[in-house]
């Protein structure tokens, strides 16, 4: 991995994806894709080429869902409100 592409990767995982809870019902690991490819395409904005950033995604991934597993526990009662609330509006209740 290039130094230079770690350096601001870190830099970037650091300054988007905060530690602690993950406020939505999304997966870790779908957030985690969904951020790498944010950064992947940051990237390629700040002047690295496409095939060095695809070269390491492979690399970067990990750290990428390091930080957002970096997370409290998965908060099941507000998973099932918001699953009740769904059904409620779907029931047209």
């Not at 991995?1 to 988007?16: C, D």
């Not at 957030?31 to 690399?59: H, K, M, P, S």
């Not at 998965?74 to 509006?89: G, M, P, V, W």
């Amino acid at each position: 991995m290039s130094n230079r592409f770690l350096r601001w990767a870190s830099t970037w995982i650091e300054e988007r994806i905060p530690p602690g809870a993950n406020p939505d019902l999304e997966s870790h690991a779908d957030r985690a894709q969904r951020l790498l490819e944010t950064l992947i395409a940051e990237a390629v904005d700040e002047g690295f080429g496409r095939a060095e950033a695809e070269e390491e995604r492979a690399r970067i991934a990990p750290l990428v869902l390091a930080a957002v597993s970096d997370s409290t526990d998965f908060d099941l009662d507000t998973y099932r409100l918001k699953s009740s609330l769904a059904q409620e509006n779907e029931d047209g209740d």
